[in-house]
């Protein structure tokens, strides 16, 4: 790897704690809670509002933008060579329902306080530098999660996720013309471009950084995750009158399947996560036996193994405990374990050490858009601390300190890998 024409440690000293906490902080009124944090899902008005502020604030500083068919948003810092690939960072704007201000939004504004400090410090680099807001990377209103970086990478159907439905049966193909619509015309790029490296800043989502005291999580990769959407169809009856024996009674089906699921992963080591994350029962109506019951599954472990195993134990469970009811089982996403690229990894854990800010080596137990990106380019993430670590929670916070040192060891990965 090439040395960087301005010294290792310069675009760090660039790196402006106040103007990324101040992005962050407008960021944070789009969609704002009560309860402090943010609903900003994805392909929605807030969604768009958000692709806007942030196409704002690239054109203000003289960045190129541009979109692609499922609207990820690249921000583009121009390199001294034009055939260069880009080095590219990123992450989200869309939020959990009950989200924080934190997650996703985070490597989004760490990335662009990056391009803004190369600017400030007036360093070229060969390559272009170039943050992306992918997409949809939440998957809590349209599944599958993570569709604008798997699409860039090459791995859904474009048709096959604009036609997917939230629970109120809107399309991504319309959500997606009416955020889009929302954030000013820019020009339209195809998937896969070539890139010729990815790091993502991101707050950890856990607890392990804080309790050690640390400031910097050099990532190693990301487990692997199973989605499922599971439909329970049974009669409904009335409650005061149909007997027990004679009923198709959806939640009891879905309860059993539920048991039965626990029991499959139940795990004394305590690494393997499962989560029924939505559970609808219809029509939900206190005298009336449920007809039907929709429910989520969210199940992740490290191994590709276990995933395999105990993701394909699921769907011949449910079938087994259906009667008298029936019941439908669909994957809606499917990823295996990643490992991040060494060199990258390298870059980060060195880019710590060299600011001495105190690390870890340590993997991710949350899904990121990194994942999608690793099988394309030399990839990498960055982890800082947040309070508690509590995410996909309205109180989710971290430190402008710890913002900063996160947005500072990115910048000194990318120069690394931009020259
Ligand atoms: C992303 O937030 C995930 O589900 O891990
Ligand atoms: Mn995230
Ligand atoms: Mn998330």
Redesign the pocket.
């Known amino acids: 790897m090439a040395l960087s024409p301005a010294p290792a440690g310069t675009v760090s000293r660039f790196v402006n704690q106040a103007r990324l906490a101040q992005r962050l902080a407008d960021m944070a009124r789009i969609g704002a809670t009560a309860k402090g944090g943010v609903n900003r899902q994805a392909l929605s008005v807030e969604d768009g509002q958000a692709r806007a502020l942030l196409t704002g604030w690239a054109v203000a500083r003289g960045f190129d933008v541009a979109t692609d068919g499922i609207g990820n948003l690249f921000v583009r810092r121009a390199g001294s060579n034009p055939d260069a690939a880009p080095v590219m960072t990123g992450s989200h704007l869309d939020s959990q329902p009950t989200g924080g201000r934190y ?1 996703g939004v985070y490597g989004v504004l760490a990335g662009f306080e990056v391009l803004e400090a190369l600017e400030d410090a007036g360093i070229t680099t060969r390559h272009p530098v170039e943050v992306v807001a992918w997409t949809n ?3 809590s209103r349209f599944q599958p ?1 993570c569709m604008g970086s798997a699409l860039f990478a090459g791995k859904m159907d474009l048709e096959m996720v604009l036609a997917c439905t939230d629970p109120k049966g809107i399309s991504v193909r319309d959500a997606l013309a009416e955020t889009l619509a929302l954030a000013p015309p820019m020009p339209s790029r195809p998937f896969g471009t070539p890139a010729a490296a990815y790091v993502e800043a991101h707050i950890e989502q856990g607890p392990r950084l804080e309790a050690e005291g640390l400031t910097i999580g050099v990532v190693q990769g990301i487990q692997g995750s199973r989605w499922f959407q599971v439909e329970v169809t049974g009669q409904e009856a009335h409650a005061g009158t149909t007997p027990h024996g004679a009923r198709k009674d959806a939640f009891q089906t879905a309860l059993r399947m539920v048991t039965a699921l626990n029991d499959l992963m139940h795990d004394p080591d305590d690494i393997i996560r499962c989560t029924f994350g939505r559970f609808e029962v219809l029509p939900g109506s206190p005298n009336t036996v449920p007809g039907k019951v929709i429910f989520t599954i969210d199940f992740r472990h490290p191994d590709a193994g276990v995933v395999k195993e105990k993701g394909d134990a699921i769907a011949p469970l449910l079938h087994s405990l259906a009667a008298p009811c029936t019941v439908m089982v669909k994957e809606t996403s499917t990823t295996a374990p990643v490992d991040f690229d060494p060199l990258v990894v390298e870059a980060v854990r060195d880019a710590a050490g060299l600011l001495g800010l105190s690390h870890r080596d340590m993997p991710s137990g ?2 990121h858009d990194a994942k999608f990106m690793a099988p394309r380019c030399p990839t990498g993430m960055i982890f800082i601390p947040c309070k508690d670590g509590i995410s ?1 929670n309205e109180v989710e916070y971290a430190s402008p300190e710890h913002c900063h040192a996160g947005a500072a060891v990115l910048a000194e990965t990318l120069v690394r890998l931009a020259v």
Do not use: F, I
Request: charged share 40%; glycine share 12%.
């Open positions: 997650d990377e939440e998957g999660y949350a899904n996909h």
